[in-house]
């Protein structure tokens, strides 16, 4: 069934039920009797299968083609569903079941234009109509249209009672107005009133998508009772606490879904990257290693590796790690890592060439260019420096958000002698990110150059103050 | 530009064998992969019987839990025969075997009797062993009070740090680390030694010398009991020239100390307003060895540090005034370093050009380096770079011999005159090996001068003295330094090397560290001279 498919089968049976059947054709009635019986108890199958012998035998009866696109659609097949409910609007253009019934599954199909024009017609024969009113809402929620769509669902409390989506597609449309207290508060009378574990997802993803990590947490915990999909529930309760801040929380999740075999493939990426930027990256290692038994496939998980075996210098592994990522799925990541990966293992020239097409294949990709100009750096000739500041003033034409160029061309322009130019470098990368010691490190030594002892000393306090806390991280992850 | 060789010749020759040297190093290596196997030990050269030739004192090693051997390491005592031959007389000596795992050693008459004395650091203990003069030593360490019990020593330097003529004594401490429990790291499946940074560090030690044979701790008076960190190397020599000897000490992962004397007793670091505490992005390198000399010619010391492979052993130059300089990437040593995992370094001018050169030895600690990455080796060359006056270098690899075209898991090593030729020779020790030693051999060596001061009310050995020799219209500025390297101690005699174009004679001028000036001339070039300090 589809995700909203249920809405379907609210109104098909209520529809069936108040619906006079075919009158014209006996035979055909006896059909239509035989659905209803079927749909009541969810046969689907046979209650479409009855309804398609109706349908045949007569062909012209709008009330026949409403029941079957109804449930065709609570079978998940808009298509044909839209089929049949097309005709039936067409055969009696006055019957608002059967238009409304279009307009559900055309906004299900994604014709959010053609939805909108019958619900709209639907409204303006029949203001109080409530269930066109909640369409007209969730179709709006669909199209970003928040601000009305917050107006048209608010108004139809009976209706809404009853669809549990609807309370999602609200507090969707409250964080979209900023109205996030709302948005939270239509997720509580959610779980209070239609406590439902596919329902909590979805509201936890909403909330995600919002920034409401604290609600999506407890949303995604609450779905633990009954969501089928345990292991990507686990990944997103484990992403909703860490980007709450409960980094340990979102470890011991995502470590118990490892032990249970059930972590997927992006699970173990987050806890390789958790694990990694505390420091510990032996033990990222040795899960990124169990992450690539159990998806082999997957490019992310080894670039993951690949990045951590840069990190612990492992190169030779890192090479073949990236490499594999790339001949899985290219990616401007894969190709920069595996570039680096083979410039580090001492595979310059290889390196050296794999950027250069990197650069072909990604030319506004500014992590391509950062990255390659890092690696000339190291070169210490004159000509791989003179490229580097030539990649690295690039990339920051490209994403004049990065920091790193801006840290490393600093340091030249330090090194040059010119500590005016290196200030300017490095009190923009500090306005960027405040919480790298290396910034404030680097800024001490240039005010200290400019005469500027006080400043200096400051930058030096700063510094230390940022590295202690780096390597208290470090030590609490072992 | 000058290369300091010729097409042809071997600037250094291996001795080793023909000197009759058949020691060889313990680590104790095992299974256990206890990091304290994978540190290696030093070498000291220094004329223990005053018979005008250099000895070699080299420091066992020691055994772990999981590694004994039949015959119980024993250090060496090589006794300089002449004609470039050595006999062991460690044993006859009594100074043969440790009670502990030994490391480093630093050489010093710390009684100002006339004879150097050693003290040997190591784990879980260290040990003074005082020179009786008549071929034997007397471990004096429980006397003496400098047991630097409990604690992992690693390289120690005799330091007069308040002037009253006697040697103190400072000690760099390494690890918190017990034989008990070991930290268990690999690599696939294979185990390796764990990053330095798995073990905490300790503060050092600094013994004041009361003149009587003992010894008082005064780490806390002199503000040294809260520097915790992971130190290797150690060097005294005045950076502030302000005639008081400071301490220079390299840490592994932790940020370098450079000590300024108070001249009341205590040090203060200034490591970081003087920027050689860390690297340019604020971390603490694995500094393992250094030394200090000028090499830029501005009389001012440069401090030399060796560090792991990719993060270059670094070259702080002294302007005159802090912050150093750092000149790692300008001079060359960044390229020349890169690969490399360092530990003995030393000054030396081996042409006696009167340029200060450097040799430093190197070697990976894990062999599994050479499965992770294709540039760095397990065995790796020691290094000669040839300095051309201004601080920038360049290798002989091609000319200075095959030793240094050979991997080696190098370790501590000492600069020295074995043959009193006037060009310095150079001993280096190996992990679980021989030594070697390599007989300067270069050809058309510069002019030299040498000189061995004995101090009257300075200490003895001059410790801390400043010495500048004035020669062709050059000033050459020398230090008698203690510590440096690592592990190690050198011949604590300065040869000043002084070109082609040497004067017929040579003004020496002596700071002594009394603070008494002395000024001595007409000294012939070609020999070493001793001078005595003038009261």
Redesign the interface.
């Known amino acids: 069934m589809g995700s909203y498919a249920h809405i379907f089968f609210a109104l098909g049976l209520t529809m069936m039920g108040a619906r006079a059947l075919a009158q014209q054709e006996p035979v055909a009635q006896q059909h239509a009797e035989k659905a209803v019986q079927f749909a009541q108890q969810g046969d689907l199958k046979n209650a479409e299968s009855e309804l398609r012998k109706a349908v045949a035998l007569s062909p012209g009866d709008a009330n026949l083609l409403t029941s079957l696109g109804g449930i065709l659609g609570m079978e998940g097949n808009l298509q044909e569903a839209n089929t049949f409910l097309s005709k039936a609007v067409k055969l009696n253009p006055q019957d608002p079941a059967a238009r409304r019934n279009l307009a559900a599954n055309q906004w299900q199909l994604g014709r959010l234009k053609q939805a909108r024009d019958n619900l709209d017609l639907l409204l303006r024969s029949n203001p109080q109509d409530k269930l066109a009113t909640f369409l007209l809402g969730m179709v709006s929620e669909k199209e970003k249209a928040y601000s009305r769509s917050a107006k048209l669902l608010e108004s139809v409390p009976d209706v809404m009672a009853q669809q549990p989506d609807g309370w999602v597609a609200l507090a969707n449309s409250y964080y979209h107005v900023s109205e996030t207290e709302k948005a939270r508060s239509a997720l509580q009378h959610l779980m209070g009133s239609l406590p439902n574990a596919r329902v909590a997802f979805l509201g936890g993803q909403v909330s995600m998508e919002a920034g409401d990590y604290s609600t999506a947490e407890t949303l995604f915990r609450s779905a633990r009772s009954g969501y089928p999909d345990r292991s990507r529930l686990e990944f997103e309760i484990a992403r909703a606490e860490y980007r709450a801040g409960h980094v340990t929380e979102s470890e011991k999740t995502l470590l118990e879904s490892v032990e249970a075999n059930r972590a997927t493939s992006d699970g173990y990426v987050l806890l390789c990257r958790m694990l990694s930027a505390e420091g510990s990256d032996v033990r990222a290692l040795r899960i990124a290693g169990q992450a690539a038994q159990a998806y082999p496939d997957s490019a992310e998980v080894l670039s993951t590796k690949g990045s951590i075996e840069l990190k612990l210098q492992y190169f030779n592994d890192a090479v073949a790690s990236y490499e594999k990522a790339a001949a899985l799925k290219e990616s401007a990541e894969a190709a920069q890592g595996r570039a680096t990966a083979q410039w580090k293992a001492g595979m310059r020239d290889r390196a050296a060439a794999a950027f250069e097409e990197a650069i072909q294949k990604y030319p506004r990709d500014a992590q391509v260019y950062q990255a390659y100009g890092a690696v000339l750096l190291e070169d210490e000739s004159p000509q791989s420096k003179q490229k580097a500041i030539e990649l690295l003033k690039r990339a920051l034409t490209l994403d004049d958000s990065l920091v790193e160029p801006r840290y490393e061309l600093a340091n030249i322009e330090l090194a040059a002698g010119n500590p005016e130019q290196a200030r300017s470098y490095l009190e923009r990368a500090i306005q960027l990110n405040r919480n790298d010691s290396r910034l404030h490190f680097a800024l001490s030594r240039v005010y200290r150059r400019l005469g500027r002892e006080a400043d200096a000393n400051n930058e030096t306090d700063l510094y230390q103050k940022l590295k202690a806390a780096e390597q208290a991280g470090a030590r609490s992850n072992p | 530009m000058q290369t300091g060789g010729k097409a042809g010749e071997n600037l250094f020759t291996d001795i080793t064998v023909s000197a009759g040297i058949h020691w060889k190093h313990t680590s104790g290596e095992s299974k256990d992969r206890f990091l304290i196997e994978s540190m290696g030990s030093g070498v000291a050269l220094s004329d223990f019987d005053q018979d005008g030739l250099l000895d070699i004192f080299l420091v066992a090693g020691g055994e772990t839990p999981g590694a004994k051997n039949a015959a119980p390491p024993r250090n060496a005592l090589y006794r300089n025969l002449g004609g470039g031959r050595f006999e062991d007389i460690s044993a006859k000596a009594g100074i043969a075997r440790l009670p502990f795992y030994g490391m480093g050693v630093a050489a010093a008459d710390y009684d100002n009797d006339g004879f150097p004395d050693l003290y040997i650091t190591g784990y879980p203990s260290s040990g003074l062993y005082h020179n009786n003069g008549d071929g034997t030593f007397t471990d004096v360490t429980a006397k003496a009070g400098v047991s630097n019990a409990g604690r992992w020593g690693a390289s120690a330097a005799w330091i007069d740090y308040d002037g009253d003529g006697r040697l103190d004594l400072f000690v760099a401490n390494y690890a918190k680390f017990s034989f008990d429990g070991p930290q268990h790291?690999s690599?696939q499946v294979e185990p390796t030694y764990c990053a330095q940074?798995?073990y905490e560090g300790e503060p050092p030690r600094l013994y004041h010398n009361n003149g009587d044979g003992t010894f008082t701790d005064v780490t806390a008076n002199a503000g040294l009991a809260k520097l915790v960190g992971r130190a290797l190397g150690v060097i005294a020599i005045d950076v502030d020239g302000d005639g008081w000897p400071d301490l220079f000490v390299a840490r592994d992962a932790s940020p370098n100390l450079l000590l300024i004397n108070k001249h009341n007793g205590t040090f203060e670091d200034a490591a970081?307003?003087a920027?050689v505490a860390?690297n340019?992005?604020?971390?603490a390198r694995a500094g393992m060895g250094v030394d200090a000399g000028d090499v830029t010619g501005n009389g001012w010391p440069a401090l030399v540090v060796t560090n792991f492979n990719?993060e270059q052993h670094a070259l702080f130059v002294h302007p005159g005034k802090f912050?150093f300089e750092d000149r790692t990437?300008?001079s060359g040593l960044?390229?020349l370093t890169?690969f490399f995992v360092g530990w003995g370094a030393q000054f030396l001018d081996y042409d006696n050009d009167g340029n200060l050169d450097l040799v430093l030895v190197n070697g990976h600690i894990n062999e599994v380096i050479e499965?992770?990455?294709?540039?760095v080796s397990y065995r790796e060359p020691p290094l000669l770079l040839h300095n051309d006056g201004r601080g920038n270098f360049e290798s002989m690899a091609q000319l200075a011999g095959p030793v240094f075209q050979r991997g080696f898991r190098g370790r501590g090593l000492a600069v020295g005159d074995l043959d009193n030729d006037g060009k310095p020779d150079v001993v280096f020790t190996c992990l679980n090996d021989s030594p070697v030693l390599l007989r300067n051999s270069v050809m058309d060596a510069g002019s030299w001068i040498g000189f061995q001061l004995q101090g009257t009310r300075s200490n003895r050995d001059a410790i801390g003295a400043k010495v500048i020799v004035s020669s062709g219209g050059r000033k050459l500025v020398r230090w008698i330094t203690s510590g440096g390297s690592y592990l190690s101690s050198r011949d604590k005699r300065l040869i000043f090397g002084l070109g082609r174009n040497a004067a017929e004679q040579v003004q020496v001028e002596i700071h002594w560290p009394s603070g008494n000036v002395q000024t001595v001339l007409g000294l012939a070039p070609g020999r070493y001279h001793t001078i005595l300090e003038q009261r």
């Open positions: 790291c690599y940074t798995a970081m307003s920027e860390l340019m992005d604020g971390n990719d912050p990437a300008l960044a390229r890169k499965r992770t990455r294709r540039d």
